[in-house]
């Protein structure tokens, strides 16, 4: 092999430090968990992405005609569907983005919740979509669950979190330094052969990938049900206590998102929501009239809501009508714009609002992140993720293929892990490395901790075998 055929090998021109080879047993263990999952989230995502990018959420855009004569009343448009669904319940409206786009309304019955598209100039239902199993649907509830509920979510935290690790490993070990250039990490060499050739790829596009990766994991992590509901969700959620004088309710905000999906912004998710029947709050639908979903949705204009945004109706004596606009739902392509209204089911009043501006910092990093996780900036954002899917499945790929080339010969069902350097001394570094990760992802932390324990006894036995003193 020519010196110019040469892959960069980390700490070439020196002898590799025991830093190093510690790091390298970690990125391989850590990446025979993560892979797997990294390429579940990858396909599912690109599922997703082709409905928040392409399409909608619940399908192909529903279009009709229109007329001379404007919309109907939402109240109209309401009636025809509950007409079709007399046993249901009416949860919310969903106003069309464009003039020539249908209206949307969600109802309830018998534990299906369906949406239903209805012309809104005629009132003629076109189309019914059982919510919680559209191919979005279902790839989300992979994406998050993998269809084990709290089981699921807690291997897919792990992996995330240990997802975060490969990237730190991956960087050091890629990291230019002994002989090495930049040049050689940032650029593979095409030139080379079998096992080589899939290394140089991927180190290379692991190196461009690692900052987007691991800003996708950040804002994955922080939907799962301890990292993020127990630990950082309430520390960034907008407290409810700048409403003045508001009676919050027992019900928080995350109790609209529909049955296994995520339509609430983040950082409102764990805010409670205000309760119906005091005398506080901002004149909103004028006295006198009715306080009704054509009253809200006529107030919902005056507010300046615009094409689509969202109205849940109020459940209960003392539920609240929501006025929602923003990027969770895919009513915006600027998270900057997300605005919430709770408006009192009795009197009318405007109760509570909250905005982006509103939103403690972390929230305000969520709703961005969020809103580029999953592609709703627009139709760069869609195709960006297109291809940041594309390529994690590559890397994971590329991973597998250089492990399985690297395997001893003959050594066809071993592992062929990086071997443990000898007297490996307590290494102070490292284990403020594993401080840090138990601390910032404690599930993670756990995980890790326990395998490299039991790593470390395997070696250690095996060593005595060999020694003869076992």
Not at 141 to 164: F, M, N, Q, S, Y
Not at 323 to 350: F, N
Not at 432 to 460: E, I, K, N, R, W
Request: glycine residues 10%; hydrophobic residues 50%.
């Amino acid at each position: 092999m020519t010196a110019a055929q040469r892959v960069p090998t980390p700490g070439a021109g020196t002898k590799p430090s025991r830093f190093h080879a510690v790091a390298w047993r970690w990125h391989f263990y850590a990446g025979l968990y993560v892979v797997p999952f990294l390429l579940m989230l990858a396909l599912t995502g690109l599922v997703m992405v082709f409905f928040t990018g392409f399409q909608t959420r619940l399908g192909p855009v529903v279009t009709v005609g229109v007329t001379e004569q404007g919309p109907l009343p939402v109240s109209a448009q309401a009636q025809a569907v509950l007409e079709l669904r007399s046993q249901a319940v009416l949860r919310e409206y969903i106003a069309p983005r464009a003039v020539d786009q249908a209206s949307w309304f969600v109802v309830a019955r018998d534990g299906v919740t369906e949406a239903v598209a209805v012309n809104p100039y005629t009132a003629q239902v076109l189309q019914l979509v059982d919510k919680d199993h559209t191919v979005f649907a279902w790839a989300q509830k992979i994406h998050g669950t993998l269809l084990l509920g709290d089981v699921g979510d807690r291997l897919i935290e792990i992996a995330a979190g240990l997802g975060i690790v490969m990237i730190v490993t991956g960087l050091y070990l890629w990291w230019p330094r002994g002989g090495t250039r930049w040049v050689q990490v940032l650029l593979p060499n095409l030139r080379l052969k079998g096992r080589l050739w899939w290394r140089s790829l991927h180190a290379s596009m692991g190196f461009w990938l690692s900052a987007l990766l691991l800003m996708f994991l950040l804002t994955g992590l922080s939907w799962t049900g301890v990292w993020g509901a127990k630990l950082v969700q309430p520390w960034g959620t907008f407290p409810a206590a700048k409403w003045d004088a508001v009676p919050p309710s027992d019900a928080t905000h995350a109790e609209l998102n529909p049955a296994g999906l995520h339509e609430v912004p983040w950082g409102l998710e764990q805010t409670p929501l205000p309760s119906s029947g005091s005398a506080v709050g901002a004149v909103g639908v004028p006295l006198g009239e009715p306080v009704n979903l054509d009253t809200v949705a006529a107030l919902a204009k005056r507010l300046g809501f615009a094409g689509q945004h969202h109205i849940q109706l109020p459940q209960g004596e003392t539920g609240v009508f929501t006025i929602s606009a923003d990027t969770m739902s895919g009513d915006l392509g600027l998270p900057t714009q997300d605005r919430t209204v709770h408006v009192d089911r009795y009197s009318g009043r405007v109760l509570a609002e909250v905005g982006f501006a509103d939103y403690p910092w972390l929230a305000k990093a969520m709703a961005v992140g969020v809103a580029l996780h999953q592609g709703d900036l627009g139709l760069w954002n869609a195709w960006l993720n297109v291809l940041f899917c594309l390529a994690i499945v590559f890397l994971c790929v590329s991973g597998v293929v250089v492990w399985w080339r690297r395997r001893p010969s003959g050594a066809r069902w071993r592992l062929g892990a990086p071997p443990l350097p000898r007297d490996l001394p307590l290494w102070k570094g490292g284990a403020v490395v594993m401080c840090l990760v138990a601390l910032a992802f404690p599930l993670t932390g756990l995980v890790l901790v326990a395998v490299l324990l039991l790593d470390g006894l395997v070696s250690y036995s095996l060593s005595r075998l060999r020694e003869g003193v076992l």
